[in-house]
């Protein structure tokens, strides 16, 4: 029957709507969390389901399978010595970072505190303090985030490239922003602008590049 169920074509709404076809592509549970961990760049399956607690390994590679069918995403293996398959997103897979940015911004007033059950990532707040970034007046550069939870960096003004990164920036960051918990919290439920953290000493900002001299005019 799961076979049958996984060869089947996938339902849709059948409604002439933008809407309702971008649903068809993208309105699964877990699609959009697979692409938000994808605009790190190429991950492998075993990278992805780590970082997607809550997944099955059946739910996971059946919607792999269905995002590189929409042509969202694409799938290669890697070379020698390398034997692993990596995932990645195509260019109309990447076309929906506004899309999740919105839904971040829209979702940020439901965060409140964080519930016993639920997990968290570091770089799950790349994409909130991307745009906090941007309201700071930061449009361009490497910006490393440390956190309690671990590490990350920021592309901002990405263009092509992926959008952030797990771990320390690779070189020398042109910003490196340590904060805690709550004031991340606070940052990407929209009720402390960074400038403000930063001025008032919830961020330390430390680096000689343009992002970091413009988060310390604040």
């Not at 996938?10 to 592509?25: E, F, K, N, P, T």
């Not at 290669?76 to 034997?83: A, C, D, E, T, Y």
């Not at 004031?183 to 602008?193: F, M, T």
Request: hydrophobic content about 40%.
């Amino acid at each position: 029957m799961s076979r049958l169920r996984r060869m089947s074509p996938r339902r849709s709404y059948d409604q002439y709507c933008s809407a309702a076809r971008a649903l068809d592509a993208v309105g699964d549970r877990w699609t959009l969390l697979i692409v938000r961990e994808l605009l790190a760049g190429p991950r492998r399956y075993t990278d992805l389901h780590a970082d997607l607690p809550g997944v099955s390994t059946d739910v996971l590679a059946s919607r792999l399978k269905d995002m590189e069918r929409e042509g969202l995403t694409t799938r290669r293996r890697l070379p020698p010595p390398g034997v692993a398959y990596v995932y990645e997103l195509t260019r109309r897979g990447r076309k929906l970072l506004p899309v999740l940015e919105a839904l971040g911004a829209w979702g940020a007033g439901e965060l409140g505190e964080r519930r016993p059950t639920d997990a968290v990532r570091a770089h799950w707040f790349a994409l909130p303090l991307l745009r906090a970034l941007r309201e700071a007046g930061v449009a361009e550069g490497v910006v490393e985030v440390r956190l309690e939870e671990g590490a990350f960096h920021l592309f901002a003004g990405a263009g092509d490239g992926p959008v952030y990164g797990d771990g320390p920036a690779p070189g020398e960051p042109d910003a490196r922003l340590v904060l805690d918990a709550g004031a991340c919290a606070a940052v990407s439920r929209g009720e402390l602008g960074l400038r403000d953290a930063v001025r008032d000493g919830r961020v330390e900002v430390s680096g000689d590049g343009t992002a970091a001299k413009a988060l310390r005019e604040a």
